[in-house]
């Protein structure tokens, strides 16, 4: 789990996404990005892969997309009180600084 502190790494790992020249994130489902989650071990979910996707309006996201540097809230750290900004994000999508501002004790670094 990334946030949880469990990985040897506290979920630093990088991955590369590649992506065609011709993307592009402006439309309301992220350019139909997903993410592909497969936990092999897993007897619950028998090996099984999870596919993410960017949210349904009025759905709360279980992913975002940002650009740049993301560091995750600390484990049972609400994302508004780690991110103090993400409730104007909430409110204006268009505002996107709200990444910037961040309580460093509540955020795996």
């Known amino acids: 789990m990334i946030n949880t502190g469990v990985t040897s790494d506290n979920g630093k790992t990088v991955q590369t996404i590649t992506v065609p020249a011709d993307f592009n994130l402006a439309s309301d489902d992220m350019g139909g990005f997903s993410i592909k989650?497969?936990?092999p071990e897993s007897?619950?979910?028998g090996?099984?892969?999870i596919r993410i996707?960017?949210?349904?309006?009025?759905?709360?996201?279980?992913?975002?997309l940002l650009e740049g540097t993301w560091q995750w809230p600390k484990e049972r750290q609400n994302i508004e009180v780690?991110?103090?900004d993400f409730a104007k994000?909430?409110?204006?999508?268009n505002y996107l600084d709200w990444?910037?501002?961040s309580k460093s004790?509540?955020?795996?670094?």
Not at 105 to 109: A, D, G, N, R
Request: hydrophobic share 40%; charged share 15%; aromatic share 14%.
């Open 37 to 39: 989650v497969t936990i």
């Open 43 to 45: 007897e619950e979910l």
């Open 47 to 49: 090996g099984q892969a």
């Open 53 to 64: 996707y960017g949210p349904d309006s009025g759905t709360a996201p279980q992913m975002f």
């Open 82 to 84: 780690a991110y103090p």
């Open 89 to 93: 994000w909430n409110a204006d999508h």
């Open 99 to 101: 990444v910037k501002n």
């Open 105 to 109: 004790e509540l955020i795996w670094q």
